[in-house]
């Protein structure tokens, strides 16, 4: 695993994009990539977009697979993580909108459209390069704590805690935020090539130290992550403080971690 400190959430955006951006280049033929919503993504897709307009990065060969949606809710509903991927990513570039794969917040059948979802990244060849976020209580995309190592994309129900959390997109009423949500598994997410997690900000940052400096445990469903072979956490320096206070400034790291800081 990877710890890549850059100097703040600009920066976090840039290193990212030009992992995404590199792995876009280097694979012939068609590419999959899988994305996160939330406020931490935004910078590196506001790279992503900056850079297909300066015509250097094209598209048109990727699919890409969302993480997950919340449930119930309409794809036009201003807080689905569909209109969301539309509004800040999706409109900007030149996807195919039909290689686009978000889950439906409103299957009449949500088992089956997690079963279903499962079979089209499999059908793709599985995902290239997943883009995570992170909660402040350990949660990867919505595997709340407790979630399992192999647990697949499914209905899940949300955490208080990330309903509070995520009020602030919904006018501050909790009781707005939707209870449950479909959601990749973190055997899913375990299964891409290459994962890349982005954390900014001072809130997130026990949650990084939890991750990345203590044994792996389903209560802290990113520190799973641990034991894949292909992982970088970007997060800056707000973030990486408690993380590097405790390692003393990186010289006490675990096995099998490196630390990289990004001028
Ligand atoms: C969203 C997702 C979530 C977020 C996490 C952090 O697709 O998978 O796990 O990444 O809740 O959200 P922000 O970035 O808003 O702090």
Not at 146 to 172: A, C, M, Q
Not at 188 to 194: D, L, P, S, W
Request: charged share 25%; hydrophobic share 40%.
């Amino acid at each position: 695993m990877k710890v890549i400190v850059c100097e703040n959430a600009a920066a976090v955006g840039r290193v990212s994009a030009d992992l995404v951006a590199a792995d876009i280049k280097a694979k012939e033929g068609k590419y999959v990539l899988g994305l996160a919503t939330g406020s931490t993504p935004l910078p590196l897709y506001g790279e992503l977009i900056a850079r297909h307009r300066a015509g250097e990065l094209c598209f048109a060969n990727v699919t890409s697979f969302n993480l997950d949606e919340y449930y119930p809710i309409a794809p036009n509903h201003d807080q689905s993580y569909y209109y969301f991927m539309w509004l800040n990513l999706f409109a900007h570039i030149n996807i195919c909108l039909r290689r686009t794969n978000v889950l439906n917040g409103l299957a009449t059948d949500p088992k089956a459209e997690c079963k279903a979802y499962e079979k089209r990244i499999k059908a793709e060849g599985g995902i290239d390069l997943q883009v995570l976020g992170i909660g402040g209580n350990g949660h990867i995309a919505f595997n709340e704590p407790g979630s399992g190592p192999k647990s697949r994309t499914r209905v899940v129900k949300l955490d208080e805690k990330t309903r509070k959390d995520n009020s602030r997109f919904f006018n501050n009423k909790i009781e707005d935020v939707p209870t449950h949500a479909l959601s990749m598994g973190i055997g899913t997410i375990f299964e891409a090539r290459k994962n890349i997690l982005l954390a900014t900000g001072g809130y997130k940052g026990e949650a990084i130290v939890s991750s990345v400096l203590e044994p792996p445990t389903p209560k802290v469903p990113a520190s799973l992550l641990q034991d894949h072979p292909d992982v970088a956490f970007l997060i800056d320096t707000d973030c990486a403080k408690a993380f590097l206070a405790k390692t003393n400034d990186g010289k006490k790291l675990p096995k099998g971690v490196t630390l990289e800081i990004v001028q």
